[in-house]
Structures are given as C-alpha cells and as structure tokens.
C-alpha cells in the first residue's frame, strides 16, 4: 500500500491505487475490506463511478499514486468510507493544481467535505511545485461554493453553468 496519507482531525485521506480503483469499478471491495476498511452508506455512490474512469486514467498515466490523482475519504472513527477528493492530476506550468471533492449523501453537512479538502489544500500547498490551487462548482452548488468560500478561496469568474475559484 502507498504510504502517502493524510491525517485531519476526523477523517484519513488515502490515495487510490490503479488495483483499488480497478477493484472498485468492478464492484470488488475485498481489498478494502482487508485494509480494515467498510464502506459508506451509498459509497460508490454515482459521481466516484463516474470519476473511477478518469482515476484509473490518471494513474496510468503517472505510473503510481503521486498525490496529485484522487484520494479516499475516510472516517476514523468506524473507517468508513464516505467520498473522494482529489486533483486533476499535477501541477501545471503556472503551478497550478486544479481540487475537487465528493461525500455521499448520507454523509454530507458535517462539515467533512470542508475538512477533506482543507486537508488536501495543505497537502499539495506543501509541494514545492505547487503556486495555486484552482476549484469549480456548478451555480447551484450553494455548500460546495461556502466550502471554498471558507477555505480562503476567491472567485474568478463565472459562465452559463459554474463558478470558478483560486487560492
């Protein structure tokens, strides 16, 4: 297993591996289970099924869980798994890192979404590659936009469909 981990106060952060993320794609949680791990309620839910693609794909890409591909959210108390957070993979020319985040809905409003990726912001700002982390939320996200808010993020600008933040 990877050794990268982050510790918040509630919650573990773990980087998917390429055999996690493919187990999970297809519905196989022995190993998960063996890592002392349970599942959520909802966990996957239909957004981490959505994104597994793009995870396994990115790790493809970098050959090995670098950080800067998706993590598991964690529950300490229970290791129950309730989301995902993560980045669109390494920093660019700029920089820059793009985060995004997700907790099941039996999950949400307690303040785990916030603490997961204030854990991850302070990760990544620790990089010595890292200037920016950027987010985007859909308009109608009202809590995604107050967790940004929250974390010091300041919006950019805004289309037809979402919001776009820096920090």
């Not at 936009?145 to 600008?157: H, P, Q, R, S, T």
């Amino acid at each position: 297993m990877n050794e990268l981990k982050i510790q918040t106060q509630r919650l573990l952060l773990i980087p998917f591996t390429h055999r996690i993320a493919t187990n999970v794609l297809q519905e196989n949680y022995e190993e998960l289970m063996g890592m002392g791990l349970t599942l959520g309620k909802g966990w996957p839910d239909a957004d981490t099924m959505e994104t597994i693609h793009k995870i396994i794909i990115a790790l493809e890409r970098a050959g090995e869980s670098t950080g800067f591909e998706s993590w598991m959210i964690i529950t300490t108390d229970g290791m129950k798994i309730i989301g995902d957070a993560g980045f669109k993979g390494g920093p660019n020319t700029e920089g820059e890192v793009d985060i995004g985040y997700g907790i099941i809905e039996a999950e949400r409003k307690k303040g785990y979404a916030y603490e997961a990726a204030a854990g991850l912001t302070n990760w990544a700002l620790s990089q010595p590659k890292v200037k920016k982390i950027t987010a985007k939320c859909l308009l109608d996200n009202i809590d995604s936009a107050k967790i940004l808010v929250k974390m010091g993020f300041e919006e950019i600008k805004r289309d037809d469909t979402m919001i776009y933040w820096s920090k």
